[in-house]
């Protein structure tokens, strides 16, 4: 696979680094923690401007962002609540948390968007809520892009600064950004397996 990024850097260039990480947003099929540091490598062998690497990685990362984000506005409250209602298990989340978390995301949304750049599946997740919620375009775009601006250039640099040692990155980054998904996994599957239908009215 990496030598299958490399080649696919090199031949689509800039474009191909933003269109790499869109679709690593959309639909991931190959993670940012290795499309960034191989770009960064090719940086570092004099093909590419690593400023340039950063900034091709951004936008597309941000535009994936987008593409979420008009998801969830699409959606809006009344789908979400209607989607609680008749599937609450599966999506191990009631109207009161539903409630809670809008509560939470109108004062915390600037600090969730940014910092759920930083975090593998959340990266992408994060912008459906922002949607929902709805949290105005413009500061989206700002704390979105301040994040992935933060982790294009993290990855990018590593890859850069290793050079031909660059696989060494796979050896842990990749792990870790699979045990958080692990992780993720667990959690959700923990909260099935408890879930209990909230209780209409009381005695």
């Known amino acids: 696979m990496f030598d299958w990024i490399v080649d696919f850097v090199r031949d689509g260039g800039y474009f191909g680094i933003a269109l ?50 008009f998801i969830g506005v699409w959606l809006g409250r009344g789908r979400v609540e209607w989607a609680i209602r008749r599937y609450g298990r599966i999506l191990t989340m009631s109207l009161s948390d539903l409630e809670n978390a809008r509560a939470w995301f109108r004062w915390k949304a600037h600090w969730a968007v940014l910092l759920g750049r930083l975090v593998p599946t959340v990266r992408t997740l994060i912008s459906v809520p922002a949607g929902v919620a709805p949290m105005p375009i413009a500061p989206f775009l700002v704390w979105s892009t301040i994040g992935t601006a933060a982790w294009t250039a993290i990855l990018a640099a590593a890859g850069y600064v290793l050079e031909s040692q660059y696989s060494l990155i796979e050896g842990w980054v990749d792990p870790a950004s699979k045990a958080v998904v692990v992780l993720i996994v667990l959690v959700y599957v923990y909260r099935v397996v408890t879930y209990r239908t909230p209780q209409v009215g009381g005695d």
């Open 20 to 69: 790499l990480m869109f679709l690593e947003n959309v639909f991931p099929p190959i993670p940012s923690e290795l499309i960034m540091p191989l770009a960064g490598f090719v940086a570092a062998k004099g093909e590419m401007n690593i400023w340039l690497v950063v900034l091709s990685g951004t936008i597309g990362s941000v535009a994936g962002a987008l593409f979420w984000y």
